[in-house]
């Protein structure tokens, strides 16, 4: 996947592209609906170039700092779900004060006329951009025959009565119904980020852990959890906590994971986490011995869970 950053980096490559834009949060079945239309108008010239263009950080996350929206998926896991759905190429637009306050037709103007000079542009019917969200998709079809590109408008897609969104997804997540969650999602819902030292207490309680930040990042609720781990392109059976660890009073909250017959070092490795079924609220206990013994239980609890899968053949690693 080629990743473009602002308009000096843009290579001939990329121009005469057919562009979607949006933050794309989560790259749900909503938002592949899009990708598959973009592949249909690429086809259309030939097979050009299909190109993304995203914003990092969320506008949200800049716009409401004091209220930082948790995000589905960060930046290289967006960027893995797209190239998985054929995008060709993703323009990745810095969000800060001076795109805050372009007008839609500046917006236009030097991203989608002077950068990438595109042929077509896809984008949701309920598309805004431009300073206050003062254009949409009208806007942009007046831009589009002024400058000479198509401009296409993707319905909303719906599970039963319910639009599928990031924001929906959020909601599902957050009440632990990660089912529906995953519905929208077209997926399990995952957690993923790079492994970070820890204290090594899950190695002194006989459970080594591989511990990835949640800071910002959209979780379920706290406790622990039956997930598998992708390492080394497969996925392994594991045990998680998420949580704040109140039996030696910790004050953050951090993902846990204990991979279960494996022992290969994973700090500073990528690692998608994902959540199966929740066993337990997170909780504190009186001592270290009574955490172990509960840490066996929940492990034999989750070797159980993928006996079950595996006899079904799930193919579960």
């Known amino acids: 996947m080629y990743i473009i950053r602002g308009n000096t980096n843009i290579t001939p490559r990329f121009t005469r592209a057919v562009v979607t834009i949006g933050n794309f949060d989560g790259v749900h079945r909503g938002h592949q609906t899009i990708f598959s239309h973009l592949q249909s108008l690429s086809r259309r010239h030939g097979d050009c170039p299909k190109v993304v263009i995203t914003f990092e950080p969320h506008p949200r996350q800049f716009l409401a700092q004091e209220r930082a929206m948790a995000r589905i998926t960060r930046l290289r896991a967006k960027v893995r779900r797209l190239e998985q759905v054929g995008v060709d190429g993703v323009f990745v637009l810095r969000f800060n004060r001076e795109l805050a306050q372009l007008s839609a037709v500046d917006f236009v103007q030097r991203h989608l006329v002077a950068g990438l000079r595109v042929r077509e542009v896809l984008v949701g019917e309920n598309f805004r951009f431009g300073c206050g ?185």
């Open 133 to 317: 969200g003062e254009g949409n998709l009208e806007t942009l079809r007046q831009l589009g025959e002024y400058h000479g590109f198509g401009v296409h408008g993707q319905p909303l897609m719906r599970v039963a009565d319910t639009v599928i969104s990031s924001s929906m997804i959020r909601e599902a997540v957050v009440r632990g119904d990660l089912e529906q969650a995953g519905v929208m999602l077209g997926r399990s819902f995952e957690m993923e980020g790079r492994v970070v030292p820890g204290v090594r207490r899950g190695r002194i309680l006989g459970f080594p852990t591989a511990n990835i930040p949640v800071k910002n990042m959209l979780h379920p609720p706290m406790g622990v959890w039956i997930v598998q781990g992708w390492v080394d392109g497969h996925w392994c059976r594991g045990v998680a906590n998420l949580g704040n660890n109140p039996t030696f009073g910790q004050g953050w909250v951090s993902l846990e994971t204990h991979l279960l017959n494996f022992d290969a070092d994973l700090y500073r490795r990528w690692l998608r986490v994902r959540f199966l079924k929740f066993i337990r609220p997170e909780r504190k206990f009186p001592g270290v011995d009574a955490l172990k013994e509960r840490i066996a239980q929940d492990v034999s609890e989750a070797e159980s869970f993928f006996f079950a899968m595996n006899s079904k053949d799930q193919g579960v690693e």
